[in-house]
């Protein structure tokens, strides 16, 4: 049985936000032992590619591609087949990208499973909106009328309407997307940030604790642990803090 720290490790996420693979092994190795998500993005996945999933899922992790795929319909469809066949664990779209295109996703990787029966079905959630996005952006710039929890839950609904396990979003929004799409529906929560923490980026922001109460599923940590003099002891705040709020 594992114990509640093991639990509460395999909720949190941790965002490789690395240029190198070098630089992504050292802290793998610091945080050897401690059996968290790995959650590999655009920056890394982009500098060495497919064969570093593959290592890391050899390492024994899970693995969260997070390359937010937005595009016609069948373009989506072929990623999601191929990331599947990749073996990850969980991968991401965009809401923007509509209800068919989300649908495609899953099609795309339910093809995959056609073809290899030993592969699992991974989670696929779509992203809502960036935390690090305003309700100025949202409104000015991106042309979204309205709230951002009533855009985050439009599009929480939408995704879960295409057959979806679940989204992106911020702590703020979690209990508004369980109420509306149920307690089974994913929520994975960028924008955290443990209490003296920068902001950076962010504008939609808790602490690993608040988050938890929302009722999160995941959440998604990258600098406060990547950037951190002692990236372990950092790692370990985290989940005991998580473990206490949960």
């Known amino acids: 049985m594992m114990s509640t720290f093991e639990q509460a490790a395999g909720r949190l996420m941790i965002a490789l936000d690395y240029p190198t693979a070098e630089e992504a092994r050292k802290l793998i190795t610091d945080l050897e032992g401690i059996p968290c998500y790995m959650k590999l993005g655009m920056q890394l996945y982009y500098a060495v590619g497919p064969d570093f999933v593959r290592e890391l899922k050899k390492r024994g992790y899970r693995v969260f591609l997070d390359l937010k795929m937005h595009d016609i319909p ?7 087949n191929s990331v599947t066949r990749l073996g990850v664990d969980m991968f991401n779209v965009h809401a923007a990208g509509g209800l068919k295109m989300m649908a495609a996703a899953l099609e795309g990787a339910k093809t995959a499973l056609e073809s290899d029966p ?14 690090s996005t305003s309700q100025e952006t949202l409104n000015q710039e991106i042309g979204i009328p309205g709230t951002m929890e009533e855009a985050v839950v439009a599009y929480a609904a ?3 309407a295409a057959g979806l396990h679940g989204v992106v979003a911020s702590p703020l929004e979690v209990q508004a997307i369980k109420k509306h799409c149920g307690e089974s529906f994913k929520t994975i929560t960028p924008g955290i940030r443990p209490a003296g923490s920068a ?13 938890m109460r929302q009722g999160t599923d995941f959440i998604v940590v990258g600098r406060p642990i990547t950037q951190a003099q002692d990236p372990r002891r950092a790692a370990e705040l985290i989940i005991e803090e998580m473990k206490e709020a949960w």
């Open 74 to 80: 069948n373009t989506v469809k072929g990623g999601a």
């Open 118 to 131: 030993s592969l699992a079905m991974p989670t696929i959630i779509a992203v809502t909106q960036l935390t």
């Open 158 to 160: 939408l995704a879960k």
């Open 199 to 211: 902001a950076g980026d962010q504008f939609r922001t808790l602490t690993p604790g608040d988050a």
